[in-house]
C-alpha cells in the first residue's frame, strides 16, 4: 500500500479514531464505579454537615448510618413511598439514598413523575429533617441540604454548593459564613417559605442576607427552596397532623 496515497491517510485515520474511542470508552467505563462511589461519599459528607457533623469521605460511609437513621422517599403529594435505613447500598435503586434530584432537576419532568428523598437524622436525641435542594445559580447548577429541627419549621442548619459560580461572588454559597445565617431561622407557614433577601437589606426570622454582588446565585437558593418546600411542607404538615390527633387519645 502507498503509505503517501490519501486513501492510506484515511484508513490510518479512522483506524487511530477506533483504537482511541474504544481506549476512552473502556476508561470511563472502568471509572464509572469509582466516580459513583465518590458521588455517593460527598452525598454523605454534605448530609452529615447539614446537622453539623463534620466527616471526611474516609469515614462517611460509617458516619452516615450512625446519625441518619431513616431515608425516605415521598411522592408529590407527600405521601411516603419508600423506607430505608441502615447502611447504604448503591445498587438499590430502591434507596432514597439513590435518588438523583439535580438530575431529575434536570429533566424538567413534572413533579407528579417524579420520587423526592427526605433523611430523618439523630443528633443528641432530637430528630432532624433533612431535604435535598436543586436549582440553577447564574452559570450554572447549585444544590445543597436543609435540615430542619423537630418542628419541621426551624432551620438546623444548611450546606449549599454549586459548578461554575463566580469565585468571590456566587460562589460564596458554599462557604460558612453563608450558611450559618440559616441556623435559627423559621419558615413561614406559606409559600414563600423562606426569602434571600438581596445584599445589604434587613431581614427577619423568615429571611436571611444573599451574597453581595452574588444577586442571581442568591436568587437561585431562594428559588431552589421554596420550590422544594412547597413538596416537603405537605409531608410535614401530615406528620404534625398526625402527632395532634394521637395526643388528643
Keep these: 500500500m502507498n503509505k503517501n496515497a490519501t486513501g492510506y491517510t484515511f484508513l490510518f485515520s479512522i483506524v487511530m479514531v477506533l483504537i482511541v474511542g474504544a481506549a476512552l470508552a473502556y476508561t470511563s467505563l472502568s471509572l464509572k464505579?469509582?466516580?459513583?462511589?465518590?458521588?455517593?461519599?460527598?452525598?454523605?459528607?454534605?448530609?452529615?454537615?447539614?446537622?453539623?457533623?463534620?466527616?471526611?469521605?474516609?469515614?462517611?460511609?460509617?458516619?452516615?448510618?450512625?446519625?441518619?437513621?431513616?431515608?425516605?422517599?415521598?411522592?408529590?403529594?407527600?405521601n411516603v413511598l419508600n423506607i430505608k435505613s441502615g447502611n447504604v447500598d448503591s445498587k438499590d435503586a430502591s434507596d432514597p439514598f439513590n435518588l438523583d434530584v439535580k438530575k431529575d432537576y434536570r429533566s424538567k419532568k413534572p413533579a407528579s413523575e417524579l420520587s423526592f428523598p427526605l433523611y430523618i437524622c439523630e443528633k443528641e436525641g432530637e430528630s432532624i429533617y433533612v431535604i435535598p435542594v436543586a436549582g440553577s445559580g447564574l452559570w450554572g447548577p447549585i444544590w445543597g441540604f436543609v435540615a430542619l429541627e423537630s418542628d419541621m419549621n426551624t432551620i438546623y442548619g444548611a450546606k449549599f454548593d454549586h459548578k461554575t459560580e463566580t469565585p468571590g461572588l456566587g460562589a460564596e454559597i458554599k462557604d460558612k459564613f453563608f450558611s450559618d445565617k440559616f441556623q435559627g431561622k423559621q419558615l413561614r407557614d406559606s409559600a414563600p417559605y423562606f426569602t434571600i433577601e438581596k445584599g445589604g437589606r434587613n431581614t427577619d426570622i423568615h429571611s436571611v442576607d444573599g451574597i453581595t454582588g452574588g444577586t442571581i446565585t442568591s436568587v437561585g437558593v431562594g428559588e431552589m427552596m421554596n420550590r422544594t418546600l412547597s413538596i416537603y411542607q405537605l409531608y410535614f404538615n401530615s406528620v404534625i397532623n398526625s402527632q395532634a390527633n394521637n395526643n388528643e387519645y
Excluded at 41 to 53: P, Y
Excluded at 56 to 77: C, G, H, Q
Design 33 to 78: 464505579p469509582l466516580q459513583k462511589k465518590n458521588e455517593a461519599d460527598k452525598q454523605m459528607v454534605d448530609i452529615l454537615g447539614a446537622v453539623g457533623i463534620i466527616t471526611t469521605r474516609e469515614n462517611a460511609k460509617n458516619d452516615f448510618p450512625t446519625f441518619v437513621k431513616e431515608r425516605l422517599s415521598i411522592d408529590y403529594m407527600g
